[in-house]
């Protein structure tokens, strides 16, 4: 079984190294290959001059694509490479990487989608803003009134899917702040999603893309997203 973990990276110079080290320490059954892909999305600062010195398997865009078409090119990566199974990782170290095997039995055990989740248990010691759970909330609350299906951590970039999905993501990823619109997409498409307690880190270097104003913005976007996700599944369906 080929596994392959999609890592976005943009300016993250200061933790891509260890994130690779904590993988290469993922203990797996002797039947798995396990192997990385960093996604260097056109970053500013020294991820590149990194992922050269130190012979990392890389893919380096020459623009910036954002979250959205970063990690699609993992996809397309996993795809054309023929993984069995791809997750997405971040690439600051926030995920516990070594939650992986069970997120691999997880897909294992007929699910399609498994999502590594805050909040389905008390295992993460990092803890977001007041106001970001109160914006989760409410995008989970839309996403069970579109899909039937109750999702608590909708926004987690921790993620696990098979090759069924693989295949679909190489062709159709959101560009911007994927995960909840995905979430809509697979489920109205009959596909199994799991989510499974995992330990979060708070992030140490770097700085989120979602602050301030932005929130407010992601907010209207990403609601308006999954409706539109909702109405053109529910079309394709027909």
């Given at each position: 079984?080929?596994?392959?973990?999609?890592?976005?990276?943009?300016?993250?110079?200061?933790?891509?190294?260890?994130?690779?080290?904590?993988?290469?320490?993922?203990?797996?059954?002797?039947?798995?290959?396990?192997?990385?892909?960093?996604?260097?999305?056109?970053?500013?600062?020294?991820?590149?001059?990194?992922?050269?010195?130190?012979?990392?398997?890389?893919?380096?865009?020459?623009?910036?694509?954002?979250?959205?078409?970063?990690?699609?090119?993992?996809?397309?990566?996993?795809?054309?490479?023929?993984?069995?199974?791809?997750?997405?990782?971040?690439?600051?170290?926030?995920?516990?990487?070594?939650?992986?095997?069970?997120?691999?039995?997880?897909?294992?055990?007929?699910?399609?989608?498994?999502?590594?989740?805050?909040?389905v248990s008390e295992l993460s010691e990092f803890k977001s803003s007041f106001l970001r759970r109160v914006g989760i909330n409410l995008l989970s609350f839309l996403i069970k009134v579109c899909t039937h299906q109750k999702v608590y951590?909708?926004?987690?970039?921790?993620?696990?899917?098979?090759?069924?999905?693989?295949?679909?993501?190489?062709?159709?990823?959101?560009?911007?702040?994927?995960?909840?619109?995905?979430?809509?997409?697979?489920?109205?498409?009959?596909?199994?999603?799991?989510?499974?307690?995992?330990?979060?880190?708070?992030?140490?270097?770097?700085?989120?893309?979602?602050?301030?104003?932005?929130?407010?913005?992601?907010?209207?976007?990403?609601?308006?997203?999954?409706?539109?996700?909702?109405?053109?599944?529910?079309?394709?369906?027909?």
């Amino acid at each position: 079984m080929k596994v392959l973990l999609i890592i976005p990276a943009y300016n993250e110079e200061k933790s891509i190294l260890s994130v690779i080290e904590n993988i290469k320490k993922i203990k797996v059954d002797e039947s798995i290959k396990l192997d990385y892909v960093v996604i260097n999305d056109g970053s500013t600062d020294k991820t590149k001059e990194i992922c050269l010195e130190n012979k990392l398997n890389f893919i380096d865009l020459p623009c910036n694509l954002g979250i959205g078409g970063a990690v699609q090119t993992g996809y397309k990566y996993a795809y054309y490479k023929d993984y069995d199974i791809a997750f997405q990782i971040d690439g600051d170290n926030q995920h516990d990487v070594s939650y992986v095997p069970k997120l691999i039995e997880a897909i294992n055990a007929g699910n399609d989608l498994v999502i590594g989740s805050r909040f389905v248990s008390e295992l993460s010691e990092f803890k977001s803003s007041f106001l970001r759970r109160v914006g989760i909330n409410l995008l989970s609350f839309l996403i069970k009134v579109c899909t039937h299906q109750k999702v608590y951590d909708v926004t987690s970039g921790y993620r696990a899917c098979n090759k069924t999905l693989i295949k679909y993501f190489a062709f159709n990823y959101p560009i911007d702040y994927p995960e909840p619109d995905t979430l809509v997409q697979v489920i109205k498409k009959g596909k199994k999603v799991m989510e499974i307690p995992v330990k979060m880190n708070e992030r140490k270097t770097g700085k989120s893309s979602i602050n301030g104003l932005k929130s407010i913005y992601y907010m209207i976007k990403v609601s308006f997203a999954i409706i539109i996700a909702d109405i053109s599944t529910k079309k394709e369906n027909k």
